[in-house]
């Protein structure tokens, strides 16, 4: 469990410097609304990040505890992704569409490149220790 704590800990680290990247861009660039809808998608992404990894974490409990699991939170999940589709649409002239789609899209990007990295990672350190 401890090394799933790390890849939490790890993808968390990742999303708030994406937020602070999409934060600065908009305040500092000439797409300030490209921006502000990947943050505010970007948030939403963070939180589901967060709701997914407690649930996961919450289910591999249960099913050490030998109890039945719970759910992994899906509707919740999809109720924040709508609330941000939902304010992008209210205040359309001051947020893009999608960017609040791609930003939406972000945990799972982190999620993908943190599992590729690591994978690289291991494989160049089995090399190392085989002696390649």
């Given at each position: 469990m401890k090394a799933y704590h790390t890849i939490m800990a790890r993808q968390r680290k990742w999303m708030f410097f994406l937020l602070a990247f999409f934060v600065l861009g908009a305040g500092f660039s000439p797409y300030p609304t490209v921006f502000i809808g990947l943050?505010?998608?970007?948030?939403?992404?963070?939180?589901?990040l967060w709701l997914l990894q407690k649930k996961?974490?919450?289910?591999?409990?249960?099913?050490?505890?030998?109890?039945r699991p719970r759910g992994l939170g899906?509707?919740?999940?999809f109720a924040a992704a709508i609330l941000a589709v939902l304010i992008a649409i209210r205040f359309q002239e001051h947020i893009h569409m999608v960017g609040v789609l791609v930003g939406l899209l972000?945990?799972?990007?982190?999620?993908y490149a943190d599992l590729v990295i690591n994978q690289m990672l291991k494989t160049d350190?089995?090399?190392e220790k085989n002696g390649s």
């Open positions: 943050t505010l998608g970007g948030t939403v992404s963070l939180y589901n996961v974490n919450d289910f591999g409990d249960a099913v050490i505890r030998g109890e899906l509707t919740s999940r972000t945990s799972y990007i982190v999620m350190e089995e090399g």
